[in-house]
């Protein structure tokens, strides 16, 4: 695993076991069956995680599982939209951030859905 | 030109009547939603297409799109120019409007943005052209009432803003006319426009276009 991630994959999990800390993301993105392939990438490589909700929880797993959206962006990137020092839109209209659909709709229906999405996610984290 | 502000009003004007619509195609800069406000919840996802949220105008409800919801305050776009294609297509296309007519608010010009969007929209929707009437504004005039009759979009109105501003808007508005053979609306300006919603002002705009 990625030394940077070392602290956050273990959070991203509970996150995925706890579901009274994802109350206001299920309130918001409950009903949808949608996942996400986020893809952290630096010099020393590719760590994947898979987030998504299904039948009205929100789940997480370590690796590569069949997603209805890639998202892709610097391990660096990740960790600072965690900890506060920027946000998953700002980054992403910023180009820093690929998303990529693979359920026949433009990338930017699910860069719009789920822009508030990760906010709330690296709100719980941090 | 005073694109954004004629389409606030007239949208305004419109949903008087009707059930309106109001999309903010401004992507780099959207400002609609200066004068309209913005939806105090998101866009949320039903049947596999977003639904846009609505905003109160003059007590009547009015569905709402602009990357104004989507971007923090401030923030600047610098993604490829397919991408913002891709933001148009979801917005007009996979997007459920609920609705008996949209106005949309289209970014200055006749860039890809523009020839994208009405190749969209034809011919499904009207154009209202919207200028000033003085020189340096008619060659972009002309060349847009080019690009509208290559995309078989049917120019329904020209709206010649600060109409008393300018002098030779008589000469303009004659140049126009013979041209492009359509209602012309003129609108004088006052301060107010740039601080409130002033739908009356636009009243003859909306009945030509209906």
Known sequence: ?126 | MGKTTTAVNLAAKLAEKFRVGFIDLDIYGPNAHLLLGLPEVPAVEQGEMLVPPAIDVGGRKMQFMSMAMFMPEGVGLAIKAEYVLDIIRTIIEFTRWDVDLIVVDMPPGSQDVVNYTLGLVAPRAEAILVTEPHRMSLSDCLRLYDILKLKEVELAAVVLNKYNLFQGAQEFERIIESVMKVPIVKVDWTPELQEKLMPDLYEELAEVVL
């Open chain 1, 1 to 126: 695993m990625n030394p940077k991630l070392v602290t956050l994959i273990p959070k991203l999990i509970r996150l995925g076991l706890s579901k009274w800390q994802v109350q206001e993301l299920l309130r918001k993105y409950g009903h949808l069956n949608r996942s996400c392939q986020l893809i952290l990438y630096d010099d020393s490589g590719e760590t994947k995680i898979w987030v998504g909700i299904e039948d009205g929880e929100v789940k997480v797993r370590l690796g590569e599982y069949p997603a209805t959206t890639t998202v892709r962006m610097h391990t660096d990137l990740f960790i600072d939209i965690v900890k506060g020092r920027t946000d998953f839109r700002t980054a992403l209209w910023h180009g820093a951030i690929e998303v990529e659909a693979h359920d026949g709709r433009p990338w930017a229906y699910h860069g719009l859905l789920w822009a508030g999405f990760w906010d709330i996610v690296a709100e719980i984290l941090r």
